[in-house]
T-cell receptor
């Protein structure tokens, strides 16, 4: 079967750096997405990786290793507003998105 | 800011009622999707559409129907609501170029079936 694994919850301190990991097993691969979802709100797009390597966008970076079935989202200079769930999703060979359950990130002062 | 709207935002109904959740987008996107999401759980695809008069079933489609008569409109109908349908329903759209466009989500419809 297809599955996406990511930690259920992580805690970090304001101003620090946190890395949220995502491993996947899917039938085919057409890209990996990261979305941010604040409590009670809809997900919003953060990043898309289809080739191996690191994509940097401001305080957020996303890394992909297709051979390892692995990605991470790196958040730098954490702010309180970064408290949210971070969803990893992989597009399979049928161009369907397979979603992880999300990682709830708690930022402490 | 995404222009995709869902109504109602919150709905409480009794078992057996027929309900329609509305979703409209003003971005001219060809692709639209309905997802169901329970707290702390992954999104599950209910239905999707790649354009007018095109609808496909996802993982959880057996108890609902959709229509796509206009590009901007993609309503979801539950013919007979049950308590197991209590959940958050998210509508999303993406551009038609290729298949790797980001999704733009509506704010969701939170349904409670008593």
């Amino acid at each position: 079967g297809q599955n996406i694994d990511q930690p259920t919850e992580m805690t970090a301190t304001e101003g620090a750096i946190v890395q949220i990991n995502c491993t996947y097993q899917t039938s085919g691969f057409n890209g990996l997405f990261w979305y941010q979802q604040h409590a009670g709100e809809a997900p919003t797009f953060l990043s898309y990786n289809v080739l191996d390597g690191l994509e940097e966008k401001g305080r957020f970076s996303s890394f992909l290793s297709r051979s390892k079935g692995y990605s991470y989202l790196l958040l730098k200079e954490l702010q309180m507003k970064d408290s949210a769930s971070y969803l990893c999703a992989v597009m399979d060979s049928n161009y369907q998105l397979i979603w992880g359950a999300g990682t709830k990130l708690i930022i402490k002062p | 800011e995404a222009d995709i709207y869902q109504t109602p935002r919150y709905l409480v109904i009794g078992t057996g009622k027929k309900i329609t959740l509305e979703c409209s987008q003003t971005m001219g996107h060809d692709k639209m999707y309905w997802y169901q999401q329970d707290p702390g759980m992954e999104l599950h695809l209910i239905h999707y559409s790649y354009g007018v008069n095109s609808t496909e079933k996802g993982d959880l489609s057996s108890e609902s129907t959709v229509s796509r008569i206009r590009t901007e409109h993609f309503p979801l109908t539950l013919e007979s609501a049950r308590p197991s349908h209590t959940s958050q329903y998210l509508c999303a759209s993406s551009e038609g170029q290729g298949d790797t466009g980001e999704l733009f989500f509506g704010e969701g419809s939170r349904l409670t079936v008593l």
